[in-house]
Nanobody
Framework: QLQLVESGGGLVQAGGSVRLSCVAS????????FGWFRQAPGKERDFVASISRQGGGTMYADSVKGRFSISRNNAENTVWLHMSRLKPEDTAVYYCAAGPGVALTPNGNLYRDWGQGAQVTVFS
């Protein structure tokens, strides 16, 4: 089971950028797909982005396409979520998740290991 630790959240002005990091330990990093999910207050957890085991494939929610970018470095056991042109509606706790499957998926139930979350607050 992987242990995941997110960092990099905070307060950012609308239109700005922020990068979240997720460092994994306790397993073979390159055998997992990774995803980012977010949960706003009073709302369901939503899929944001996912990345394949070698980083060659990505998937994004329509709401973040063209603004967010997911990447990974298997040598550093790290996944990033680069968020740009941020909007107040992007405000949420962002979670990193790892899944032992092969196919990219927005289904959170197929991700097994989760981080503690990182708060991102976008103000206008």
């Amino acid at each position: 089971q992987l242990q995941l630790v997110e960092s990099g959240g905070g307060l950012v002005q609308a239109g700005g950028s922020v990068r979240l990091s997720c460092v994994a330990s306790g397993g073979t990093f390159n055998t997992y797909i990774f995803g980012w999910f977010r949960q706003a207050p009073g709302k369901e957890r939503d899929f944001v982005a996912s990345i394949s085991r070698q980083g060659g494939g990505t998937m994004y929610a329509d709401s973040v396409k063209g603004r967010f970018s997911i990447s990974r470095n298997n040598a550093e056991n790290t996944v990033w979520l680069h968020m740009s042109r941020l909007k107040p509606e992007d405000t949420a706790v962002y979670y990193c998740a790892a899944g032992p499957g092969v196919a990219l998926t927005p289904n959170g139930n197929l991700y097994r290991d989760w981080g503690q979350g990182a708060q991102v607050t976008v103000f206008s």
